[in-house]
């Protein structure tokens, strides 16, 4: 039977950790063949120690990629014609926490390496993915993670959230430039997702955090992420570019949820209608049960 992404080619930066090496083993398993980009080394042979377990290693291959760096983002996506004989998709996916603590306190180095590392990367992976795309002349997928963070402040460290805005508003714009080439730009907004970049070291603490402000019953996982980069990288996904994606359990839609949504929210508890100030008797009933 053949996979989604069956005969596909894709490059993968971040790829030897979290929602970056969930996709790889997904791609993987829908039939294409994968080049992992990232900077660790030792999860990068871990990661391909496990591809091999799996029977994959034949469609596999790792590469010690800084994304900040051109040459390298170059290199890595030579790799991919070179062993593979084409591209067809770019996630850019690697990425750090970056610069944390006080604006007042933000060292102009730590600034700059949060931007390189989140958005500098980006527009390298989308320029270099572009050039073999566009020689193809066959369209292909362009991914880039965002954030939830990136959609307003408070979900991340201040450099944190500008990039990931940043990325996004990328996406847009680099969308419009290759649609003529049938090359689609899209990003992905993840919200919480259980990754060692999340964790930090402190799975629990941050579990109980984050599931205070998740609608959905559970925290989002690698595996979440990675099948909104199949679709996206899939032909199904034809018509769809330029767009931020949020995968997120509906932390975003809840807004600033006051009430929340858990069987002790005050606004579910109670049923009927309000007539607020205007001396009119509100009608309201308990809900059962
Ligand atoms: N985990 C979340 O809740 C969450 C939410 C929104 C967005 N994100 C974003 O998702 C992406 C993946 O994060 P994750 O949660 O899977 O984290 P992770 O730490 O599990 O994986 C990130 C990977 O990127 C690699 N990397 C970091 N800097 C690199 C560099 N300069 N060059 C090459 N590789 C580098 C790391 O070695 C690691 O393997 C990141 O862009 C992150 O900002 C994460």
């Not at 091999?52 to 790792?62: I, L, N, S, T, W």
Request: with cysteine; hydrophobic share 45%; glycine share 14%.
């Amino acid at each position: 039977m053949s996979g989604r992404l069956q005969d596909k080619v894709a490059v993968i930066t971040g790829g030897a950790s979290g929602m970056g090496q969930a996709t790889v083993y997904r791609f993987l398993a829908e039939g294409a063949s994968v080049v992992i980009g990232d900077l660790n080394v030792e999860t990068g042979a871990a990661t391909m120690a496990e591809i091999e377990k799996q029977g994959a290693a034949d469609r596999a291959a790792f590469m010690v990629t800084d994304v900040a760096e051109e040459a390298d983002v170059e290199a890595l996506v030579a790799c991919a014609a070179g062993k593979f004989g084409r591209l067809d998709c770019i996630y850019n996916n690697a990425g750090v926490g970056g610069a944390i603590g006080p604006i007042s306190e933000t060292r102009v180095e730590e600034w700059d390496f949060t931007f390189n590392v989140l958005v500098r990367s980006v527009f390298l992976g989308m320029k270099h993915a572009a050039r073999v795309l566009q020689d193809q002349g066959e369209g292909g997928s362009i991914i880039s993670t965002s954030s939830v963070a990136g959609l307003g402040g408070g979900g991340g460290p201040h450099a944190y959230s500008a990039a990931k805005a940043a990325v996004a508003n990328l996406t847009r714009a680099v969308s419009g430039e290759l649609a003529n080439y049938r090359i689609r730009v899209n990003a992905i907004a993840p919200g919480v997702i259980t990754t060692p970049l999340f964790h930090a070291g402190h799975a629990e603490k941050a579990e109980a955090m984050a599931t205070r402000i998740v609608p959905w019953p559970r925290l989002g996982t690698g595996e979440d992420i990675a099948a909104m980069a199949v679709y996206l990288a899939s032909d199904e996904s034809e018509y769809v570019t330029g767009q931020n994606m949020v995968v997120d359990g509906g932390v975003t839609a809840a807004g600033p949820n006051l009430w929340g949504y858990g069987p002790d929210s005050p606004i579910l508890r109670k049923s009927g209608v309000t007539h607020g100030s205007t001396g009119v008797d509100s009608d309201i009933r308990d809900v059962e049960g």
